[in-house]
């Protein structure tokens, strides 16, 4: 299965995280979790925060800190996100 993330930004980068939003959520967990992602054959332990708190529903958020993250991304449009047996991949 397959999604996308929202725009990457500079912003987003420097606070190694990726924007997921609403409608890609699906392919995650409803709860706040640790999940592995695969970035250019790397693999990470990152964390997943859909967000649902509150009164209205934000972007969910991937947590894999800004090393990680700068090494494999630039910024500008979404990346693909795609499920696979131990996690998920950024393509």
């Known amino acids: 299965m397959a999604r996308y993330t929202q ?3 500079e912003s987003d980068i420097d606070k190694g995280q ?4 609403r409608a890609s959520k699906s392919i995650f967990p409803p709860l706040k979790a640790r999940i592995e992602i695969e970035m250019n054959g790397n693999f990470y332990t990152a964390s997943w925060d859909p967000r649902t708190d509150g009164t209205f529903e934000r ?5 894999v ?3 990680a993250l700068g090494k494999h991304i630039i910024a ?3 990346r693909r996100l795609e499920t696979t047996a131990t996690g998920y991949k950024l393509a």
């Open 59 to 63: 972007s969910g958020v991937i947590r």
């Open 7 to 9: 725009n990457i930004t």
């Open 18 to 21: 990726l924007r997921v939003p």
């Open 76 to 78: 500008g449009g979404p």
């Open 65 to 67: 800190g800004k090393a």
